[in-house]
């Protein structure tokens, strides 16, 4: 078995490598080979496939599973999870990526395709008889292959064989490396590998686009060139009909409707001249609004495509943009731009096509990933780091700048693949020597920074920026066979954040530089052992917070209510927040590190809900100090009743005596705002008495939602009777399953548990 930590790095740097990604997947697999004999990865739908494998690792979010022998499980050891876990995730992320990057392709080549079709029956005379020519030429560079255009009702004896083996076919088909799957085309001699063959029954025409070289053309290559062949027959009805000379523009919008892309003619002034049903559909308004009413509206969100095209000798531009509907659900679309050329007689100036690109929850995050972080490391990049510092704004805080010394000599001498996994090293320790609460971004090259919200009046600058630069340079970086030790120039400073990224990080980037210019790892700027004296505001809570502007689309908050056992009188709720997504807020938002973010929004949803009886419980995410500064202000302010809220702690989170210490701590302030604590533990897990001993919570909640096969005994009942007398607490049940219902609801234990409470969300 290979060493752990050895098989984690090299994970992440086959994560950050700039190999093509099915190069990455191929190594992936072979990591997979060497440290689980007989391991396959397999999608969820592929899992079927291998009856006599066991699950020992699983990514839910892309559905890909690590399969092992059921023989193999007996011996693994405590660390082989982790590194499961790390595997299937890696190459469920980088599969995902390679789905992403073929289907942007396709996308970027169906506008292509498409436009250049429609630019070139634009431009169709009367007369012309070159439609077929053109056609070919434009499918064959797009594929960088052959492409015949030949009519189902003419049998062509002259005709490539390609071509008469499709006219005999007759269908619309897919097929790559033909020769092993037994079937050979040639074409002048030489074996056809990669064809498509697209079929227009209604017009008697069809497209083959073959090569002789190893290629790959997949469904999606299929439809391009059936929208191509759409756009040719439209060439043919169109040339029939310049010839008899009727309404030219009124025939090509009719045409252009049959297409299922949105293709829009805007003129100088931004007025919309003509447009299709699929661009209103895009656009959230009907043909018949984008034409007239809507015009200078709609035209606006082009706008910045028409600058950019004025001032380009080309006349193309092809991107992804975010198209704005009316309700002001965002729309992605793959975005093509034409100029029109004065010498061509038509009242539009710009030809616009857009394609839908409607992309899941899930990739629409990546989008919003890749702009805010860095791509070879993961970190933030600065527009990143702008948008973290919004929660920290007016706060104290530490801001270390920094660079690698000598990169660009590493660089020269390793290259650049030798440089990335310097960089790529540096980021990883930077993130293990930070807090998940810390900000850490790459700004440059080589330049990195650190922000950390500190106390009032904090003094241990100097320490925070010893300990990290000595996490970075403690071991040398292993560069192919190669042993690099390195150095860093860093600029420390006290600051706070008042709105300018700038301002906030001028000090410690010049005494970066300074550091760097005495030859010293570590410069403190000028000031920087001061107190901090910050003056706390009361924030606004309607003021929202990164996962509410993300997702407030999907959050719901829920109360679910307590009733009492003695007379089954409600008297207080839990405040959950739920949304339409396979995980819950809570779990998104340790998954994503947005704790606070997370207990802002519970913040939030709390104030609105005081008139309700009793206490209101919610569940933060690890409770510090600023939550609770935050719920004092708001007390003193008048938003809030501290007695109208109880702060439930989970026992999975009080896993070690530090942790039981600091909630110990919490609690104890918690107590002093006039805030309730309940404790909430799993049936089944152990410790429960000492962490309650520990916390002496206002009440204790058991929940019972995993006993479904195997309900509470009455023995277990009894137990928690004793309990509850012997600690003088209130107890509540939570996911009270049938039987253990019956039981609370005899005459005894209502006697021992006069106020004991229950909650069912899943009423039988």
Request: proline share 4%; net charge negative.
């Amino acid at each position: 078995m290979s060493n752990t930590r050895h098989i984690f790095r090299e994970i992440s740097g086959i994560i950050a490598d700039n190999d093509p990604i099915e190069a990455r997947l191929d190594r992936i697999r072979i990591l997979v080979e060497e440290h689980f004999s007989g391991a396959v990865l397999a999608s969820e739908a592929q899992a079927n496939q291998h009856p006599s494998l066991t699950a020992i690792a699983s990514n839910l979010e892309h559905g890909y599973r690590l399969l092992v022998p059921s023989s193999g499980t007996a011996n693994m050891d405590e660390r082989d999870p982790r590194v499961a876990k790390a595997l299937v995730d890696a190459y469920a992320f980088l599969s995902h990526q390679l789905l992403l990057e073929r289907e942007r392709e396709q996308a970027r080549l169906k506008v292509r395709a498409t436009n250049e079709m429609i630019m070139a029956l634009l431009d169709l005379e009367h007369d012309t008889c070159d439609w077929q020519r053109i056609t070919e030429g434009i499918i064959g560079d797009l594929f960088g292959a052959r492409a015949d255009v030949f009519s189902l009702s003419t049998q062509e004896t002259t005709a490539p064989a390609v071509v008469r083996w499709a006219l005999g076919v007759n269908q619309p088909l897919v097929l790559n490396d033909l020769p092993t799957q037994g079937i050979t085309i040639l074409d002048e001699g030489s074996p056809i590998f990669s064809l498509i063959v697209a079929i227009d029954r209604a017009g008697a025409q069809g497209i083959t686009v073959s090569t002789t070289a190893r290629s790959s053309f997949d469904e999606t290559s299929l439809a391009i060139v059936e929208d191509c062949l759409r756009i040719y027959g439209a060439g043919l009805n169109l040339i029939d009909y310049l010839r008899s000379q009727p309404d030219r523009d009124s025939i090509l919008t009719a045409i252009l409707s049959n297409l299922d892309i949105g293709i829009l003619g805007i003129a100088d002034g931004g007025e919309v001249v003509f447009a299709n049903r699929q661009a209103g559909d895009l656009l959230g308004h009907t043909p018949g609004e984008l034409v007239r009413s809507m015009s200078s509206a709609i035209s606006t969100q082009f706008e910045e495509y028409f600058s950019l095209l004025g001032s380009s000798p080309s006349p193309w531009l092809t991107t992804s943009t975010l198209l704005r509907k009316p309700s002001g659900k965002p729309q992605p679309a793959s975005l093509s731009v034409r100029r029109i050329d004065d010498s061509q007689f038509v009242d539009y100036r710009y030809l616009v096509t857009l394609v839908d690109a409607t992309r899941t929850h899930f990739e629409l995050e990546e989008w919003r990933w890749h702009a805010s972080h860095d791509p070879l490391t993961g970190l933030l990049n600065r527009t990143g780091l702008a948008e973290s510092l919004r929660r920290l704004l007016n706060q104290p805080l530490v801001v270390l700048f920094m660079d690698i010394n000598r990169f660009k000599a590493m660089n020269d001498l390793l290259g650049h693949r030798g440089g990335d996994r310097v960089i790529t090293t540096v980021a990883q320790r930077l993130i293990g020597a930070t807090k998940l609460s810390d900000i850490v971004a790459r700004v440059g090259g080589d330049e990195f920074i650190v922000i950390a919200p500190v106390e009032p009046n904090f003094r241990g600058l100097r320490r925070v920026a010893q300990r990290i630069a000595n996490a970075i340079t403690a071991e040398p970086i292993d560069v192919d066979d190669r042993q690099l030790a390195i150095t860093v120039s860093m600029g420390a400073a006290l600051e706070t954040f008042h709105g300018s990224v700038d301002t906030l990080l001028g000090r410690a980037d010049h005494a970066m530089y300074e550091a760097k210019q005495q030859g010293r790892s570590i410069h403190l700027a000028r000031g920087d052992e001061e107190a901090i004296s910050v003056e706390t505001h009361l924030v606004d809570p309607n003021v929202f917070d990164v996962l509410r502007d993300r997702d407030a689309d999907h959050i719901v908050a829920e109360e679910l209510p307590w009733i009492r056992l003695r007379d089954h009188e409600p008297v207080g709720s839990d405040l959950f927040l739920t949304w339409r997504a396979p995980e819950t807020p809570r779990d998104y938002a340790m998954r994503n590190h947005l704790r606070d973010e997370y207990n802002w929004l519970l913040l939030h949803h709390l104030l609105r809900r005081q008139s309700i009886v009793g206490a209101i419980g919610i569940s933060p995410l690890a409770p510090g100090s600023v939550f609770f500064d935050r719920i004092e202000r708001l007390s003193r302010a008048g938003y809030l009743n501290p007695g109208k809220v109880q702060i439930v702690l989970h026992s999975s989170e009080l896993a070690t005596d530090k942790e039981i210490e600091e909630a110990c701590r919490l609690a104890d302030r918690a107590r002093r705002l006039g805030v309730s604590i309940a404790l909430r533990w799993l049936s089944g897990e152990g410790g429960e008495v000492a962490r309650v001993a520990a916390l002496r919570p206002d009440q204790v909640q058991i929940d019972f939602g995993d006993w479904v096969n195997r309900p509470p005994s009455l023995k277990l009942a009894n137990g928690f009777t004793a309990f509850a007398q012997a600690m003088d607490l209130e107890v509540a049940f939570i996911h009270v399953q049938g039987r253990f219902l019956d039981l609370l609801g005899s005459t005894r234990l209502r006697e021992h548990l006069a106020n004991a409470l229950i909650r069912r969300e899943h009423p039988d």
